[in-house]
């Protein structure tokens, strides 16, 4: 598969768009294989398509793509926080609104033209940081993510300044990918 897949992108790159939206749509109706399949295709996805998806800067594909990946793996574990992200979600709403209103005003006031977006952690992020960090869902908190889009370089900075005037940064979880992007490209900054 794995063979196959790298002479496809030799030749042509859409081969791996359509490939990824093909394992999409398997992982969205694998309920409907045999269940022995469930874990073989969910584990390949899990290592082959969504880190293929995470290379190629498609973030949504990757998240759905490990969402789904977690819940024929780890069945109850996705169960469970289904259950325990759905029952916060409305509070979530609300924290982010709070969150997003000062923050909007400020940069304005700074005249910062920013896309302010909430968002919250999918499933699988969630897992890996309760298993890597040892910790049960309530404990686990930043669940959420607030996501400042700018047009230029320099308004990034900014923002971040912006950001820890108002809130007090911890400091060994602060990222530049601006300076130092990922190697898929990526550039934001992280606090």
């Not at 790298?6 to 694998?30: E, F, G, P, S």
């Not at 982010?96 to 910062?112: D, G, W």
């Not at 309760?130 to 889009?149: N, Q």
């Amino acid at each position: 598969n794995w063979r196959r897949m790298l002479l496809a992108i030799a030749q042509d790159l859409r081969v791996i768009l359509v490939k990824l939206a093909d394992r999409l749509h398997n992982m969205r109706t694998l309920n409907f294989l045999p269940e022995e399949k469930h874990a073989r295709i969910a584990r390949e996805t899990l290592e082959i398509y969504a880190p293929l998806a995470h290379r190629f800067g498609i973030a949504k594909v990757k998240w759905e793509l490990e969402d789904l990946a977690l819940k024929y793996l780890e069945p109850e574990a996705y169960r469970d926080l289904v259950v325990r992200v759905a029952r916060k979600r409305p509070e979530r709403e609300e924290f982010l609104e709070r969150l997003t209103e000062p923050l909007a005003r400020r940069l304005e006031k700074q005249n910062i033209k920013a896309e302010i977006k909430g968002r919250a952690k999918h499933f699988y992020s969630i897992f890996l940081k309760m298993k890597s960090r040892e910790k049960d869902f309530e404990e686990i908190y930043d669940l959420m993510a607030i996501r400042v889009i700018v047009p230029r370089e320099r308004d990034c900075y900014e923002a971040l300044g912006i950001v820890h005037s108002l809130w007090r940064p911890v400091p060994e979880r602060i990222k530049d990918y601006v300076a130092a992007p990922k190697s898929n490209h990526y550039r934001s900054l992280h606090t």
